[in-house]
């Protein structure tokens, strides 16, 4: 069966740093992008960020510019999401995705997902 696993998640100060990771079973992450979602507590889930299945290209979401950064290891056994200055309002939890007809560009992600993690919490308060 083909999963997503997520770690990395856990409770943070405001200002601190979390790093994702997101690891395939079942399949390696070679030929596919990889996007980062999350979904606050009444709120719908958002993209946060991608990465095309090269590595060439990223994508972040407006909000999190400049403090996050996407990349995957040589081997792209693994994608990371590492997240700097974390504000309360990055609390969700966050899903690493993939997907036989999901893409990354510079400009945004484009199709559908269709392989979920099961997400890890990630938490920011004083």
């Known amino acids: 069966q083909l999963q997503l696993v997520e770690s990395g998640g856990g409770l943070v100060q405001p200002g601190g740093s979390l790093t994702l990771s997101c690891a395939a079973s079942?399949?390696?992450?070679?030929?596919?992008?990889i996007g980062w979602f999350r979904q606050a507590p009444g709120k719908e889930r958002e993209g946060v960020s991608c990465?095309?299945?090269?590595?060439?290209?990223?994508y972040y979401t407006d909000s999190v510019k400049g403090r996050f950064t996407i990349s995957r290891n040589n081997a792209k056994t693994t994608v990371y999401l590492q997240m700097n200055r974390l504000k309360p309002e990055d609390t969700a939890v966050y899903f690493c995705?993939?997907?036989?007809?999901?893409?990354?560009?510079?400009?945004?992600?484009?199709?559908?997902?269709?392989?979920w993690g099961q997400g890890t919490q990630v938490s920011v308060s004083s």
């Open positions: 995705a993939a997907g036989y007809n999901y893409y990354c560009s510079f400009s945004g992600d484009s199709g559908s997902p269709n392989f």
């Open positions: 079942g399949f390696t992450l070679d030929y596919y992008a």
């Open positions: 990465i095309s299945s090269a590595g060439a290209s990223t």
